[in-house]
């Protein structure tokens, strides 16, 4: 329904900070809920953190919260993660998704809530 395209992934020492951004076009953000995902080789996809795009409300998981934070610019159809205190095991492919269907953000959203996706950006923490 709309095009999403991740950003801001690279290589980054432990303890240093990276933001992802998630640009989203095809339709206003309004009505939409944003979430990131992360997927390491040979691990489930995580959700990470939401954002309901029409209230601000957002919901991080327990294993990234206090160092991640998501954010939004409305005026520019963007959602960013701010990534801090970055650690070896972050490292995944991180994924940006929309949804318009699912738009409360009480909670961690499955993936298959979401029927738009970016292609992914790699994020590699060294030790």
């Known amino acids: 329904e709309v095009k999403v395209v991740e950003s801001g992934g690279g290589l980054v020492q432990a303890g240093g900070s990276l933001r992802l951004s998630c640009a989203i076009s095809g339709d206003t953000v309004d009505g939409y809920a944003i979430g990131w995902f992360r997927q390491a080789p040979a691990r489930e996809r995580e959700g990470l953190s939401f954002?309901?795009?029409?209230?601000?409300?957002?919901y991080t998981a327990d294993s990234v919260r206090g160092r991640f934070t998501i954010s939004s610019d409305n005026a520019e159809n963007t959602a960013y993660l701010q990534m801090n205190s970055l650690k070896p095991e972050d490292t995944a492919v991180y994924y940006c998704a929309a949804t318009h269907s699912h738009t409360v953000v009480g909670g961690l959203l499955p993936a298959h809530f979401f029927g738009s996706w970016g292609q992914g950006t790699q994020v590699t923490v060294s030790s």
């Open positions: 954002i309901s795009m029409s209230t601000g409300q957002t």
